[in-house]
């Protein structure tokens, strides 16, 4: 039986098998990334000009995470940001679990509200 070029698949032996069209060769051009002499990838990934994170070179006062600019007086990332504003617009009150020390990082900002909302403030928003 001959293989169907219209629909590129090998009809063999009473079953259908997807056949490659001759023209078709792998993109090198995909592979150029994984070549083992290639550089490291920037710190920050590259976004869209009209991304809010394109361009910024600030890291987030609270957390060190990028900053998307200057929010609340200084500079933050989304997250901070938006807790900033819900803890303030919902008048929220948080207690720590530990010794009122916690780490606030971007990994670790979830943890502790409370210490996350001190570390706002004490970085002036």
């Known amino acids: 039986m001959e293989p169907s070029r219209e629909s590129g698949l090998n009809i063999e032996s009473g ?6 069209p001759p023209e078709m060769k792998p993109d090198t051009a995909m592979l150029d ?22 361009g910024s ?3 987030c006062s609270i957390c060190g995470d990028r900053a998307s600019g200057k929010h ?3 500079y933050s990332c989304e997250g901070c940001k938006g807790f900033f504003k819900r803890t303030v617009r919902k008048d929220l009150t ?3 679990r530990e010794d009122k020390n916690c780490i606030i990082d971007k990994r670790q900002r979830n943890r502790c509200q409370y ?9 002036g928003m």
């Open 57 to 59: 070179k600030h890291l």
């Open 94 to 96: 948080y207690a720590c």
């Open 33 to 54: 990334g994984f070549r083992d002499d290639s550089t490291p990838p920037p710190p920050f990934k590259n976004y869209p000009p009209n991304h809010p994170l394109s």
């Open 115 to 123: 210490c996350r909302y001190q570390k706002c403030l004490a970085c």
């Open 15 to 20: 079953f259908m098998s997807p056949m490659s």
């Open 72 to 74: 609340y007086g200084v």
